[in-house]
């Protein structure tokens, strides 16, 4: 059985599982650094990054984090989570830097502050119901990263050898493609270890 956590320190927890355990895995809700141990994969939440990164620095996760990754272990962040793992971010210090790209914070604009919208997602779908909410954009990728979404011009997925980044919510519909890709990584990461 293949083990994937969801960092259950603040943000779309529950629908991150639901979609996970949609996809016959079993979940790990992480709240202690401990919980890591033995995971094949891990999942940052939606919700809000600033929040998040005060709550990884609180409870001892940033090193754990950094190791977790370092190891080469499949990683997955939407919208807030995105934000986590970008090695820049517009404006600010990153804060767990594993993944070659820049992205900008609440960076659609007032009036599409939240929105919905088909998109075009490079091995998934040409219908991926994407939901975004105060979403950021990657606004460049690096040699590493590979572009697999952009929505009006703007890059809103991302994919970097074992970790991927969107800056929507797939949690957030019944839509499971995104998360089912994730455990295709992990089995392949899994094959090839
Ligand atoms: N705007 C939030 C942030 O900067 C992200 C929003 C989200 O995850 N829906 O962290």
Do not use: W
């Not at 996809?23 to 891990?42: M, Q, S, W």
């Amino acid at each position: 059985m293949i083990n994937i956590g969801v960092l259950a320190l603040q943000g779309a927890v529950r629908e991150h599982a639901a979609a996970l355990e949609a996809a016959d895995v079993n979940v790990i809700t992480v709240k202690r650094t401990e919980e890591l141990n033995g995971l094949d994969g891990l999942v940052f939440p939606g919700g809000e990054s600033t929040t998040m990164r005060r709550l990884i620095d609180k409870y001892g996760f940033f090193e754990p984090l950094k190791k977790f990754s370092e190891q080469g272990n499949p990683m997955f962040g939407t919208c807030a989570g995105a934000i986590l793992m970008a090695k820049e971010i517009v404006g600010q210090d990153p804060h767990l830097g594993v993944m070659d790209m820049t992205v900008q914070r609440n960076a659609f604009g007032r009036q599409r502050e939240s929105f919905e919208a088909p998109l075009k997602v490079k091995g998934i779908g040409d219908d991926v119901h994407g939901v975004f909410i105060r979403a950021p954009i990657i606004v460049s990728t690096g040699p590493a990263a590979e572009v697999i979404s952009e929505y009006d011009g703007e890059i809103v997925a991302a994919k970097q050898g074992n970790f991927l980044a969107c800056s929507y919510h797939p949690e957030l519909t019944d839509d499971h493609r995104m998360h089912q890709y994730f455990v295709e990584m992990i089995r392949k990461n899994r094959l090839a270890a």
